[in-house]
């Protein structure tokens, strides 16, 4: 098994878990538990590197840290495949679009933290959300039947 495919297996993964635990704080209504100012609480939590022990900052704590690592594999992952020789075209675009889709991912995610988080700007958050993965899915069902 190639080591692009174990890598976009992982990202695929953990963007699952980001949704799910996302989707914990938007139903939990814990959107604003580590607090909701940029340079303070954001990407800390409550001015902590550590959230308190209580249900509402450790999920919203834990969707940050999963946003961070999930983004990372991703941007990882479409650098090996944009590096590799003969990996498929459209596993790359969805990789490409993907990415990009992240970043503004992340831009949009500060923006719910920073804001009263109105529902048009969580749901649209949570959108892009489900077209990030749903390409990086795309891109690894792609891969594995080329392979």
């Known amino acids: 098994m190639q080591i692009r495919f174990v890598l976009l297996l992982v990202t695929v993964v953990s963007l699952f878990a980001l949704l799910t635990v996302g989707a914990y704080v938007t139903v939990a209504d814990a959107g604003d538990a580590c607090g909701s100012s940029l340079g303070q609480d954001y990407p800390l939590c409550l ?36 590096r590799t020789k003969g990996s498929p075209s ?12 992240i970043v503004a991912e992340v831009i949009l995610g500060a923006a719910v933290v920073a804001t009263t988080e109105p529902s048009w700007l ?24 080329a392979g």
């Open 47 to 82: 001015g902590h590197i550590f959230p308190p022990l209580q249900l509402a900052p450790i999920a919203e704590y834990t969707h940050r840290l999963l946003a961070s690592l999930s983004s990372l594999f991703l941007l990882v992952t479409t650098f090996l495949f944009w």
């Open 122 to 145: 969580v749901t649209l958050h949570q959108a892009n959300a489900l077209l990030v993965f749903g390409l990086t899915v795309s891109a690894l069902s792609i891969d594995h039947h």
């Open 90 to 101: 459209s596993v790359r675009r969805s990789l490409y679009l993907a990415s990009f889709l």
